[in-house]
């Protein structure tokens, strides 16, 4: 009787932990701001959502992990240059988050970008890893 009620009981949380995998969100909007706050060929740091999201000249957005692509430290951004350093192993990443110097091997990794009633969402639940930039990578308002 014991037993079986254990077999019973063992199910039923195995069903509980179940449910919870289908539950499981698969995206995380962060709500940047409204496209008029950010001015072209600027980056802006958000912190809490653990990315930098980039207005180019041409009015393209580009959000890009804080996260080093070596080991992962915070990267810092250079408000001169638009690039971005790595204060634990020296790499440097170019304004598009290209690589400029090891021992970082790929560019910074990205979040997707929705343009919504002029406001600018991220979704930082997943980062896209890239082999380099290009223009298909940025968000335009259209
Ligand atoms: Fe950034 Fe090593 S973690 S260079």
């Not at 063992?10 to 706050?37: C, M, P, Q, T």
């Not at 970082?104 to 929705?114: H, Q």
């Not at 919504?116 to 990578?137: A, H, L």
């Amino acid at each position: 009787m014991i037993a079986a009620a254990s077999i019973e009981g063992f199910f039923l949380i195995k069903g509980g932990i179940h449910k919870a995998d289908y539950s499981e969100k698969k995206s995380n909007w962060f709500k940047a701001g409204r496209i008029s706050d950010f001015e072209m060929n600027k980056t802006y740091p958000f912190t809490s959502g653990h990315f930098y999201l980039r207005r180019f000249e041409d009015g393209g957005f580009l959000a890009m992990s804080v996260k080093c692509t070596h080991l992962g430290c915070i990267v810092n951004n250079d408000a001169g240059s638009g690039g971005f350093h790595c204060p634990c192993h020296r790499s440097q990443f170019d304004k598009y988050g290209e690589v400029l110097s090891a021992p970082a091997t790929r560019p910074l990794d990205t979040f997707p970008i929705e343009i919504r009633n002029g406001e600018i969402w991220i979704d930082t639940y997943q980062p896209v890893k890239r082999k380099s930039f290009d223009k298909s990578q940025l968000s335009y308002v259209s």
